[in-house]
């Protein structure tokens, strides 16, 4: 019984998973499932894909870890690759292990920033404008970033210098910066509260209010970036115009090992042109796991198969596929089909169907997929989310999709 020496912090299903090849995990029982959920939007490129594992292979022959005291080749290439191929502006990376991590990171960029440009009385501004339903982590940062109460309660007090507002309501946010504000954080699809994109002009907005008052610009890729939305990272998917100051990554990084690190621009902050990246010098930020040769070699190997096989691109046609696909059938418990690229929630109407007590709808729904031999996820109570490898193959999807649709047939 795992509950017996494990931590009971999750729910979890009761499957045990033995294996995966591409976009199937098969559990110890030796049945098999399509897998959408790609622990969650993480497997871009499915499981056990031949260059991830013989990179992963290759790099633990020759060297895992030898800490940051050093030079570590693979950090620099990686670092590279993302900048030039994935964010595209110019800017430095900082190496870490999940998503919280590089959330906690970018907010400590952001409060630095607001001791280097403080308010009128010379005393620092700290707060950041983060958004209801929003999802940045566990740790006592993140968490106090995060705009769902689910996840704080009883952990205050909280990191104080976080400020909450409606998602894609500009006006809101207008009347929430003050002198303290230092930073608005946001994804570019809410992906965890329910896949819910920013509307273009929102985002306009956002950025150009970043500039009118000094602001950051933080936008958390962990789940979206690196090809997830149809495009290298979210908010190019919705306004590609946009310039952020920071961006935080994670999950699809790694493929499945766990890799994060977060991107500071090197715009100038002041017209002296100091750059915001130099702001974070020697000893300001730092950890023993981050970036090592191990998963640096491994992320190395994903994102350049990302690039390599336009996967990116391809995952804005699947996207597409799946959202027309799931719109014909014409259900009654659908609602809309959300989200951008393989990041797609199917919203599920309220009413339409009987729910057991005690669960929600889409813990409901995902509960019947993976009876029927399809792992999905859900997103918020009422949207069944669809996050498959990049690389998922047209007929695996058209599978799993077939396993959906009798699903929601039978509600
Ligand atoms: C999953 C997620 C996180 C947290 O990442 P961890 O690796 O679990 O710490 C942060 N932000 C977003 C948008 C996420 O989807």
């Known amino acids: ?13 009761p499957i045990t998973v033995a294996k995966g090849e591409g976009s199937y995990l098969f559990d110890t029982e030796g049945r098999r499932y399509v897998d959408f959920c790609a622990g969650i939007a993480t497997c871009s490129l499915g499981h056990c894909h031949a260059k991830v594992v013989e990179a992963l292979s290759r ?18 290439e990686l670092a590279a690759l993302i900048c030039d191929k994935m964010i595209g502006l110019p800017g430095k990376i900082f190496f870490c292990n999940s998503g919280a991590e590089a959330n906690d990171g970018i907010i400590k960029v952001a409060r630095r920033f607001g001791h280097r440009h403080p308010q009128a009385d010379g005393s620092p501004r700290y707060e950041v404008i983060t958004f209801n339903k929003s999802f940045h982590g566990r740790t006592l940062g993140s968490m106090a970033a995060t705009g769902q109460t689910k996840i704080q309660v009883e952990f205050d007090p909280l990191l104080v210098g976080f400020k909450y507002v409606d998602f894609n309501d500009l006006e809101a946010l207008k009347a929430a910066v003050s002198d303290i504000t230092c ?22 907005g956002v950025a150009a209010l970043c500039k009118q008052k000094d602001l950051l610009l933080m936008i958390d890729e962990v789940q979206c970036g690196f090809g997830r939305t ?25 493929g499945g090992f766990p890799m994060g690190c ?5 715009r100038a902050i002041d017209a002296a042109g100091t750059q915001l990246s130099s702001i974070m010098g020697p000893g300001s930020h730092g950890s023993t796991f981050g970036g090592t040769p191990i998963a640096c070699a491994t992320s190395l190997a994903v994102v350049t198969e990302i690039v390599e096989q336009g996967l990116t691109e391809r995952a804005a046609k699947l996207g597409e596929y799946i959202k027309t696909t799931v719109e014909g059938w014409n259900l009654p418990c659908v609602e809309t089909v959300r989200g951008l690229g393989l990041l797609r929630g199917i919203g599920l109407r ?47 999807l058209e599978e799993g999709l077939g396993i959906l649709k009798t699903v929601l047939e039978k509600l």
Not at 5 to 13: D, F
Not at 59 to 76: D, K, T, V, W
Not at 354 to 369: E, F, H
Request: aromatic letters at 6%.
């Open 230 to 254: 149809g495009a290298t990272m979210g908010w190019k998917a919705v306004c590609p115009e946009v310039e952020p100051d920071l961006v935080s990554c994670a999950k699809g990084i790694g």
């Open 350 to 396: 309220k009413g339409a169907f009987t729910v057991p007590d005690g669960a929600t709808p889409a813990a409901y729904v995902n509960t019947l997929c993976m009876q029927a031999g399809l792992l999905a996820c859900p997103a918020g109570p009422d949207t069944l989310r669809l996050i498959p490898a990049l690389n998922v193959p047209q007929e695996v």
């Open 262 to 266: 977060f991107w500071v621009s090197n």
């Open 1 to 13: 019984m795992i509950q017996e020496h494990v931590l009971g912090t999750y729910g979890r299903a």
């Open 183 to 204: 930073g608005i954080m946001l994804e570019a699809v809410q992906g965890e509260g329910g896949v819910n994109p920013a509307n273009p002009e929102f985002l306009r």
């Open 59 to 76: 790099q633990a022959g020759q060297l895992m870890h030898c800490s940051n005291l050093y030079n570590i080749p693979q950090q620099e």
